[in-house]
């Protein structure tokens, strides 16, 4: 029922439509949004689903704050929330945002005695029929009224496009159902987690039988008063929780943007974003690759994992040779997600595994040019005499040393006199594929050596 409701609401409440946003696997909801730094458009700009503003009816004012101690004559519902909604639909052509089928949900929380003050917003809101009822504009604002929310009996008093926030353990008739938008609760009346780890089995029951009862009703269900943090954002999308009640839109927003490419199970399908994932460092070596598709990311099957036999384990044969592979993403979070997704790496086969970490002198991070160049030029016995020099960020290192270089085969060598290197990217195109070439030792002082150009300069 949770993963019926959840797909139901991502088209009935988000649509259909090619951008991001509208892969968000969970409603975004702004809470005690005049809180911001820039109320409304904060949230606006995030394109969040649902926008909650506290009002008061003061003064013979709708004003917008917390507590009435909180409350400004500037700050009127009208000003920081009706007007900029009027303008935008004007400006957009009818909906909330331009060439996009996204509905936006303006939540007005009761703060002051109820009658008079809903009627009091509804009185403002009738004067924009066209932005705030969707029997006129099926892209209006969804209005939902929460706090002092009227009687069930009394819901048929007010306008049919005020719907409300209901409680999961109310008996209400088939009609005030209708009325009824979703379903909120505190968090705090069920589970003291705190965000961290798990929630307690016992509290998460007891949660779930809120989201189940509000589920069999066909509403989306909120819980306010909860933590935030990525654990939150994960734990409620698992739970189906419908709506992510948060003061940090931004953030939010951001998580769930991209959660289909970061967050999926190798043979599972889930809701990529559409685009292209790919990087605007290129060189002319890879300048006319346009990315990755972001639906077809996605493994169908494991990959089978290598058993190394080790049958020269105890052998008394010198060691011939010694292969370096530099991999990108090779850090222990990307290890370990990899190990998990694929359930067993063939890396994680082996019997020996150390950690290995250099800087390059002007940048913390390394890449391939510098991590190469470091390798190759570490101190051994016969690099006393060449070890102290530094490697740096995109710069193939390149140093005199009595050591030559066979050439790869193929066309392009060219010779370059008593150099070594690290294998790595080249300066004039510092983002370019890794060039592998293999260096061959000599004995005696500096011979002629040769190596390929491109492998320094990247074609």
Known sequence: ???????????????????????????????????????????????????????????????????????????????????????????????????SGEHLQLMVELKSATEP?????????????????????????????????????????????????????????????????????????????????????????????????AHAWGKPVRFWGAPEGTTVYYTFYDMGIDYLNTDHPEVCAAFFDDFGNKNFQIGERRTAAEGVTGTKRLDKTTRDFRGFQNDKLQLSKGIDVYTPTYRNDGGRGRVRNVIYLICDGMGLSQIVAAFYANKGLSTLQMKYIGLQQNNALDAFTTDSAAGGSALSLSPGRREAACSGYGTFFGLLFLRPCPLAFAPCPGSGDAPLQGFESGCGRGRAAPHAPVRIFRAVSHAGSSPPSRIRRDAVLSA
Request: charged fraction near 20%; glycine fraction near 6%.
């Open 1 to 99: 029922m949770k993963k019926i409701l959840k797909s139901w609401l991502l088209f009935a409440a988000l649509c259909t439509c090619a951008t991001a946003v509208a892969e968000r696997p969970i409603l975004i909801h702004s809470h005690n949004d005049y809180c911001r730094r820039a109320p409304f458009w904060q949230a606006y700009a995030q394109q969040v689903y649902s926008i909650e503003a506290d009002v008061f009816l003061h003064g013979g004012k709708l004003l917008v704050g917390h507590e009435v101690e909180d409350l400004s004559p500037g700050m009127t519902f009208e000003a920081l929330y009706v007007e900029p909604l009027v303008t935008l639909f004007g400006r957009n052509g009818g909906r909330a945002w331009k060439d």
């Open 117 to 213: 003050t809903l009627q009091a917003v509804a009185a403002l809101l009738g004067r924009y029929p066209e932005v705030f009822d969707p029997a006129v504009n099926p892209e209006a604002v969804r209005i939902v009224v929460t706090g002092r929310v009227p009687a069930p009996a009394d819901f048929g008093k007010y306008p049919s496009y005020i719907r409300f926030d209901g409680v999961w353990d109310a008996d209400y008739t088939p009609a005030q159902l209708e009325r009824i938008a979703l379903i909120s609760a505190d968090f705090s009346d069920y589970s003291q987690w705190n965000g961290k780890g798990s929630i307690i089995p016992a509290e998460r029951a007891e949660l779930e039988t809120v989201i189940d009862r």
